[in-house]
Nanobody, 121 residues
């Protein structure tokens, strides 16, 4: 059964780091692009970063400013999002998503259940 399962969220102080993981099922997601989105309380869901099916190409939202890194381990069927220099404004539920098209990220888009990241001052 197709699935996307996030993990790695938690509570951290400002300036700290977390690594989020998104484990996906081989079918159909091994040939899909995968992205991370986030949704802060009271805000709309926003794009964070995406990586193509091969793991060799990626892009980020401008607001990330080089603090986050997306990567993909095809053997482990996992996409990671390394969060560094976390700020209070990064507090949100982070969602993993898969789609057939990489850029723009779209078409047959599927969502995981989300993982909560809380950053305190």
């Amino acid at each position: 059964q197709a699935h996307l399962v996030e993990s790695g969220g938690g509570s951290v102080q400002a300036g700290g780091s977390l690594r989020l993981s998104c484990v996906y099922s081989e079918q159909p997601f091994s040939t899909y692009a995968v992205a991370w989105f986030r949704q802060a309380p009271g805000n709309e869901r926003e794009f964070v970063a995406a990586i193509d099916w091969s793991g060799r190409s990626w892009y980020y939202a401008d607001s990330i400013e080089g603090r986050f890194t997306i990567s993909r381990d095809m053997r482990q069927k996992t996409v990671y999002l390394q969060l560094n220099s976390l700020q209070v404004e990064d507090t949100a539920v982070y969602y993993c998503s898969a789609a057939e098209d990489y850029r723009p990220f779209q078409y047959k888009q599927v969502w995981g259940q989300g993982t909560l990241v809380t950053v305190s001052s």
